[in-house]
């Protein structure tokens, strides 16, 4: 549990952390949706060699950023192996004149083609979780939220409850570290009495978390019910008339991060499409 990094800021002073909260969230939403126009390794490494740029910019230790990829490392492994075992590629003979081979065993496959693809969605999912990792990892929870709640501020105009949805945001984020922690003691506990989650099959595994997972949910109500006591002792009452202890405001820095990423964009899309037929894309994509 502690090797889950959602949620954990990590407390130093950089670029990265200085930048406002709404230029990172609309840096990683851009990321985020650019990643789903990439199908070429090269644009890959160039998106992995930025996405290192901001790690050592942000001094971030490299294996806090990497632990984040242990949530997703079995869907990774399987996606891959299925997306090779299930993609038949161009046929026998093209795989056979571009790769060299070609196996076949009843329903499954196993092609150059398929081996090509299944490496893309693996680095189309290992980009996407470690690039909004950062923006946890630099970006205090309150911050985060104060930024979705200006970003969603237009919707005010046809009464939808912005403050209200943020707040719950903010809520859950502070409460997800906690959480974790509350888990790990309870399952010290539980193993110190004997409890084991770690053998038999699935059913008997998903078994042995039900004395987990009943006092966390214990655990759980009564936080939100001395919550709710505090923030109403404090008379929180909404938004109304609530001001910010920090006011965000945009510097030189954050406009210049957010045009490279708009130029970052705007490469990947030209690389996807080529409109306007630039001899030196084809090259770069063959490199």
């Given at each position: 549990?502690?090797?889950?990094?959602?949620?954990?800021?990590?407390?130093?002073?950089?670029?990265i952390h200085r930048m406002d909260a709404r230029a990172k969230l609309l840096i990683t939403i851009a990321y985020i949706v650019m990643m789903?126009?990439?199908?070429?390794?090269?644009?890959?490494?160039?998106?992995?060699?930025?996405?290192?740029?901001?790690?050592?910019?942000?001094?971030?230790?490299?294996?806090?950023?990497?632990?984040?990829?242990?949530?997703?490392?079995?869907?990774?492994?399987?996606?891959?192996?299925?997306?090779?075992?299930?993609?038949?590629?161009?046929?026998e003979e093209y795989e056979l004149a571009t790769f060299g081979f070609y196996l076949n065993w009843g329903p499954f496959y196993i092609t150059g083609t398929g081996l090509l693809n299944a490496g893309r969605l693996a680095c189309r999912l290992l980009l996407l979780v470690l690039g909004p990792t950062m923006l946890t990892l630099t970006t205090t929870p309150v911050?985060?939220?104060?930024?979705?709640?200006?970003?969603?501020?237009?919707?005010?105009?046809?009464?939808?409850?912005?403050?209200a949805f943020t707040m719950i945001m903010s809520i859950a984020l502070r409460f997800v570290p906690t959480l974790m922690d509350e888990t790990e003691k309870i399952m010290n506990a539980?193993?110190?009495?004997?409890?084991?989650?770690?053998?038999g099959n699935i059913f008997k595994r998903a078994t042995a978390l039900l004395p987990v997972l009943v006092p966390l949910f214990v655990s759980s109500f009564?936080?939100?019910?001395?919550?709710?006591?505090?923030?109403?002792?404090?008379?929180?009452?909404?938004?109304?008339?609530?001001?910010?202890?920090k006011v965000m405001k945009y510097r030189a820095g954050d406009i210049i991060a957010m045009l490279l990423m708009a130029a970052l964009l705007f490469f990947v899309l030209v690389c996807a499409y080529n409109w306007w037929q630039w001899e030196w894309v084809n090259a770069f994509l063959v490199c």
């Open positions: 549990m502690k090797d889950v990094s959602f949620g954990q800021i990590y407390p130093v002073d950089s670029p789903f126009f990439v199908n070429h390794y090269v644009v890959y490494g160039v998106i992995a060699l930025c996405l290192v740029a901001v790690v050592l910019m942000s001094r971030v230790p490299p294996l806090k950023v990497l632990r984040s990829v242990r949530a997703i490392i079995f869907l990774l492994i399987f996606t891959f192996i299925i997306t090779v075992l299930l993609n038949r590629g161009g046929g911050a985060l939220t104060d930024a979705i709640e200006h970003l969603l501020r237009p919707l005010k105009v046809i009464h939808l409850p912005v403050h539980q193993k110190a009495r004997g409890a084991s989650f770690d053998h009564k936080r939100a019910d001395e919550l709710s006591d505090a923030m109403e002792s404090r008379c929180y009452r909404g938004a109304t008339g609530r001001t910010k202890m």
